[in-house]
């Protein structure tokens, strides 16, 4: 039975795996201690949940479960690698690499770490939203002492070539940070084989609680380590102190086991029904494909459908839950600076949406979503006057438009 | 954000869609807005040249529901009207009919410059003066 609305916004979030949720329940109700208390049977049971935990996160990117740092989620620690490192390292050099299509937890970090002394380069990616080695090469210079390039992107999905990245890193003795966000337990990543020294994640993205995320820190070749930016108890070894959430660590230890037992069956059904909705979506003319199709996570699909406007579609949909580059859909009027910044027209990026499968994700739901988008993108491009005017063989570029 | 019942009437069952001739002497074409900006209007009326009434308007418009909807509120609006009556539609009454939030007035004032902008087109084809603002 097909239910109504359909969520294919899982880059956004995903729905906690009932498996999760249930393996986090008796920690609300029943082993409520802190795991820092060491003096009594509640801290040891919250305690050894945690380091299973810690064991099953780290298993999922070939880790060491010391090697994981529990924090608020993929904001926090991306805050925490950046700002750590630059207030680490900072003897060593002022300079930061990273991509002007990153999260704004990546750029927004930056900015700030410019006002306190840092030099950062941001690299513009290609048009496939993927950063060519060669860009970075270039951007070293004797002050870099940070790399940090996403694993893959949050609205097109494009995946970065993250081993040659990491490889660079190390032959230049520079640490190299991945927000992995998007690609954890989506795809496989594994942070011995592809020369991680940091990577974020958080356990919302993959059918985990929200609230709780990691920072994986390097133990060995290199040791890695980062400043504090929260001050306390000294707990996570000392680079984040706060009680540790044990029920949502629970859960992100769960959805993370689950991950890595699923994934490779996950990833080709995924992709199977992705590849069936752009198909069908693409012969509806004036239909892009953005960012890479080559390099790219196996449950996201973000299209353009040319003339018309991105959240004008959405409401066309409002039994399917979707999002837009359209700057309609945010409070700052501009469209996506991920579309912009990998050299898409403001139009086109204005006319994207952003299909995001997950693990329950159904055929059924995809046809429904392929009928639905057909009709809305049929009906809004006959109240389009920029669609009469294609049609006419008018170039939209000679028109004389009155901008406001 | 919700959209205003109103809002969602005109996105559903949009009045007035359509395209009048816009070589004709007593039609005037209004188009407002830029491609990149996420919005366009075009916005057109046909004139009785004997009555000064607006007997037909159309619209067309690529944008957000809200701009759809104030544009079809507009062509409403605009049937049956004078050329005067026409010009004194406030984009503020737009907003208040349609419940528009704050970051949808723009639609709506675009949805008023596409109306000035039509009624300037069929005054500049009867060789009169464009209104200025």
Known sequence: MLKLPIYLDNNATT?????????????FTEYYGNAASRSHPFGWKAEEAVDYAREQIASLINANSKEIIFTSGATESNNLAIKGVFEMYREKGNHIITVN????????????????????????????GIVNIEQIKNAITPQTILISVMYANNEIGCINPIKEIGELAHKNNILF??????????????????????????????????????LYVRRKNPRVKVTAQMDGGGHERGMRSGTLNVPGIVGFGKACEIAKTEMLDETKRLSK???KL??????????????????????????????????????????????????????????????????????????????GLGRFTNEEEIDYAIEHVKTAVNKLREMSPLWEMHKEGIDLKTVEWTEH | MAYSDKVIDHYQNPRNIGTLDKGSENVGTGLVGAPECGDVMR?????????????????????????????????????????????????MD????????????????????????????????????????
């Open chain 2, 94 to 133: 737009i907003v208040e009919e349609l419940a528009l939030p704050p970051v949808k007035i723009h639609c709506s004032v675009l949805a008023e410059d596409a109306i000035k902008a039509a009624i300037n087109d069929y005054r500049t084809k009867k060789g009169l003066q464009p209104i200025e603002d």
């Open chain 1, 273 to 275: 029904l992705r590849d």
């Open chain 1, 101 to 128: 299509i990153e999260h704004k937890a990546v750029l927004d970090t930056c900015r700030k770490l410019e006002k306190m002394g840092a030099t950062v380069t941001y690299i513009t990616p290609g048009i496939d």
């Open chain 1, 278 to 355: 752009e198909n069908e979506l693409i012969k509806l003319e004036e239909t892009y494909i953005n960012g890479s199709v080559k390099s790219r996570l196996p449950h996201v699909s973000n299209i353009s459908f040319k003339f018309i406007e991105g959240e004008g579609l959405m409401m066309g949909v409002k039994d399917i839950a979707v999002s837009s580059g359209s700057a309609c859909t945010s409070a700052s009027l501009e469209p996506s600076y991920v579309l912009k910044n990998i050299g898409l027209d403001d139009e086109l990026a204005h006319s994207s949406l952003r299909f």
């Open chain 1, 177 to 214: 940070h991945t927000d992995a966000t998007q690609a954890i337990g989506k795809i496989p990543v594994n942070v011995i084989n592809d020369n991680i020294d940091l990577a974020s994640f958080s356990a919302h993205k993959l059918y985990g609680p929200k609230g709780v995320g990691a």
């Open chain 1, 15 to 27: 729905k906690p795996d009932p498996r999760v949720v249930e393996a986090m329940l008796p920690y």
């Open chain 2, 43 to 91: 916005l057109q009326i046909k004139v009785n040249d004997e009555t000064g009434i607006i007997e037909d308007a159309k619209f067309k418009t690529f944008g957000c529901g809200s701009a759809i909807a104030s544009s079809s509120l507009a062509t409403e609006w605009l049937k049956g009207k004078t050329i005067d009556q026409a010009l004194e539609i406030d984009n």
